[in-house]
């Protein structure tokens, strides 16, 4: 009898296997049409400058909206797009969506700070990624000082060739360089001395307990003492409660991003945000002002 369930068992586990390999390859597929077919959609999360109170920055996330899945998750396309050797055509379009509207808000006195989008590994090792990042930046006019590239810790650490050149070139523009999901890698601080970055940003795992754990409180102040040091502005990401908003600034944090302030929008509903944060209960409305 036991025998026989489990080879039930087995059955059932390979057919699973098959039917979500034959869905990976159907996403691919999708994907491939997605851009074309305007499937794809840029949401911005606000970043706020915690000190202040000020709008410090927006970070460019991608959505895609599968005409029969609905949403799909970057979680779940995004290592796709990396596997397929898609995943530099999303981010280029990506860059390019958010130049776009960075420079329409510009034309229309909307100052949203620095502009973030993510960039996966891939895009190091494409010739000429500094100079294709300076063309993109020229063509919509804007300011490479306004531009801040997020790239995992993982893809810093790997020994891309040039990648350090490639990175002192778009320092030298003036695009800010964050490290993403800082302290899910393997950390290193003569890495972290070593490369041309400016910002760090803290994972969201960090977060969670800031407020309640003193070891993770310790861990946290420790890489925002580190920071400081080697004066990076630091982020911490996926902050949701006042609490660990309140321990992130007595820690001397600069900068939160989070479902706290606001989740990540599409541009609509970030302009709306944009026209109406002074009535936002966490900002100090006698400081709004949009200057850092
Ligand atoms: P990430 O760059 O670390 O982005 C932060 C993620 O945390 C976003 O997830 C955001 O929605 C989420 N988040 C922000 N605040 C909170 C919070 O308070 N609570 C919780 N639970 N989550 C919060 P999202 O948008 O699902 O993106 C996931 C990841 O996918 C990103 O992580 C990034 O690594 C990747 N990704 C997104 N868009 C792009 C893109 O255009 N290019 C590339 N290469 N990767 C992207
Ligand atoms: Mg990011
Ligand atoms: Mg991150
Ligand atoms: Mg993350």
Redesign the pocket.
């Known amino acids: 009898h036991a025998k026989s369930n489990g080879l039930n068992m087995f059955r059932f586990f390979q057919s699973d296997m098959h039917h979500s390999k034959l869905q990976r390859l159907k996403l691919e597929t999708d994907l491939q049409r997605a851009i074309g077919n305007q499937e794809l959609e840029v949401y911005f ?1 606000p970043q706020i400058h915690i000190e202040s109170g000020h709008l410090y920055g927006v ?4 959505r895609w909206h599968h005409p029969n899945l609905g949403m799909v ?3 779940k396309f ?1 290592p796709l797009a990396e596997e397929c050797g898609m ?1 530099c055509r ?2 280029l379009w ?1 860059l390019e969506s958010a130049c776009r509207m960075y420079s329409k808000w510009q034309s229309q006195h909307i100052d949203m700070g620095k502009i973030s989008v ?3 590994a891939a895009n190091f090792y494409s010739f000429k990624f500094a100079e294709s990042i300076e063309s993109t930046l020229k063509k919509f006019g804007v300011n490479p000082k306004m531009l801040t590239l ?1 790239i995992t810790e993982s893809v810093l650490l790997t020994d891309i060739p040039g990648i350090s050149q490639e990175l002192g070139k778009l320092r030298e523009l003036g695009v800010n360089l964050s490290v ?2 800082f302290g899910t890698g393997y950390s290193s601080l003569s890495y972290l001395k070593k490369l041309p970055i400016n910002e760090i940003k803290l994972d ?1 795992n960090f977060i969670n307990d800031v407020d309640s754990n003193s070891e993770d409180q310790a861990l946290v102040g420790s890489i925002i003492n580190i920071g400081q040091i080697l004066k990076h502005t630091v982020v911490a ?4 409660t006042k609490e660990q908003l309140q321990t992130l600034k007595a820690l001397g944090c600069n900068v939160a ?3 706290l302030h606001a989740r ?1 929008m599409p541009e609509q509903a970030l302009i709306d945000w944009y026209h109406q944060d002074t009535a936002h209960p966490l900002r100090d409305p006698d400081q709004i002002n949009r200057k850092v």
Do not use: T
């Open positions: 999360q970070e460019a996330l991608l998750p970057p979680s995004i995943i999303l981010d990506v993510n960039m996966s997020e993403d999901d969201k990401e996926g902050v949701e991003q989070g479902y990540p």
